[in-house]
Nanobody, 121 residues
Framework: QVKLVESGGGLVQPGGSLRLSCAAS????????MAWYRQAPGKQRELVAG???????NYADSVKGRFTISRDNAKNTVYLQMNSLKPEDTAVYYC???????????????WGQGTQVTVSS
């Protein structure tokens, strides 16, 4: 069983910063892409940022220049540094990972349970 556990959410004022973490645990061989998604009330889940095992990154236009995704492959952990936060960044943030449980397996996507980020004065 592979488990993703997020941490770091909370309440922050506009213009503030938060750092989210997501650690993968359990029996796994390797992790390909890792990513952060978010879902605001009444809206569809959207991709915020993704990072490949080799380090290439992509971002949603709405967060470019404010958010930074990174990963520590030795710890099977992905991070999201969020700066200059805006009220419209308020959402539940989910991490996702494409995991190979054994060497010859195709990757399967796993999700974390989500962490609430609220940007409000």
């Amino acid at each position: 069983q592979v488990k993703l556990v997020e941490s770091g959410g909370g309440l922050v004022q506009p213009g503030g910063s938060l750092r989210l973490s997501c650690a993968a645990s359990g029996f796994l061989f390797s992790i390909n892409a890792m990513a952060w998604y978010r879902q605001a009330p009444g809206k569809q889940r959207e991709l915020v940022a993704g990072i490949q095992s080799g380090g290439s990154k992509n971002y949603a236009d709405s967060v470019k220049g404010r958010f930074t995704i990174s990963r520590d492959n030795a710890k099977n952990t992905v991070y999201l540094q969020m700066n200059s936060l805006k009220p419209e960044d308020t959402a539940v943030y989910y991490c996702a990972a494409d995991v190979r449980r054994q060497a010859l397996d195709a990757p399967s996507r796993y999700w974390g349970q989500g962490t609430q980020v609220t940007v409000s004065s």
